[in-house]
């Protein structure tokens, strides 16, 4: 069974930078179970993955365009420290929390503090990044017809609900 749209894909991967960090990893953990075609995975990686089949072991190169876009300049924010409250004296470079905004909560990272401000960053932490995964395909079943609905897997590794 190929992979194909609306299959249930289980994977397991390593990503890594052009530097050769190791960002993420399966390794040791639950492998990753999508539904392919229904945007669950980056683009890139989805459209390298179509055709391949259980045992496949590929190498992908992927763009930022095609992984997790170019950083945005609209979400960089300098944040008054007030807005903080009594917290601010626990905030720090490279903390990770949700900002609340007219579009609901959008998780962001602080990039920098300064006497009266604080710099947050609400881009992907990926964006800008060529990434390289190192993919293994270790499962290929034909979704549900609820899975296809939802727009995401049950069961395993998947939505349970
Ligand atoms: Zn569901």
Same mark, same amino acid.
């Given at each position: 069974?190929?992979?194909?749209?609306?299959?249930?894909?289980?994977?397991?991967?390593?990503?890594?930078?052009?530097?050769?960090?190791?960002?993420?990893?399966?390794?040791?953990?639950?492998?990753?179970?999508?539904?392919?075609?229904?945007?669950?995975?980056?683009?890139?990686?989805?459209?390298?993955?179509?055709?391949?089949?259980?045992?496949?072991?590929?190498?992908?190169?992927?763009?930022?365009?095609?992984?997790?876009?170019?950083?945005? #300049?609209?979400?960089?924010?300098? @944040? %008054?420290?007030?807005?903080?409250?009594? *917290?601010? =004296?626990? !905030?720090? &470079?490279?903390?990770?929390?949700?900002? #609340?905004?007219?579009?609901?909560? @959008? %998780?962001?990272?602080?990039?920098?503090? *300064?006497? =009266?401000? !604080?710099? &947050?960053?609400?881009?992907?932490?990926?964006?800008?990044?060529?990434?390289?995964?190192?993919?293994?395909?270790?499962?290929?079943?034909?979704?549900?017809?609820?899975?296809?609905?939802?727009?995401?897997?049950?069961?395993?590794?998947?939505?349970?609900?």
């Amino acid at each position: 069974m190929t992979i194909k749209q609306n299959s249930v894909v289980t994977i397991h991967y390593e990503l890594k930078n052009t530097e050769g960090e190791v960002l993420d990893s399966s390794k040791g953990q639950d492998p990753l179970v999508y539904l392919h075609g229904a945007n669950n995975i980056i683009v890139g990686l989805e459209e390298q993955l179509e055709g391949k089949q259980v045992g496949d072991e590929l190498t992908a190169h992927i763009a930022p365009e095609k992984g997790y876009g170019m950083p945005v #300049e609209a979400l960089i924010q300098e @944040v %008054p420290k007030e807005a903080f409250g009594a *917290e601010v =004296d626990k !905030v720090e &470079v490279g903390m990770r929390f949700q900002a #609340e905004t007219e579009q609901g909560p @959008v %998780p962001v990272v602080v990039t920098a503090v *300064e006497n =009266d401000t !604080v710099t &947050v960053d609400g881009n992907h932490p990926l964006a800008g990044q060529d990434l390289h995964f190192e993919v293994s395909v270790t499962e290929v079943r034909d979704a549900s017809a609820e899975e296809v609905e939802h727009g995401h897997v049950h069961g395993p590794g998947g939505h349970q609900h």
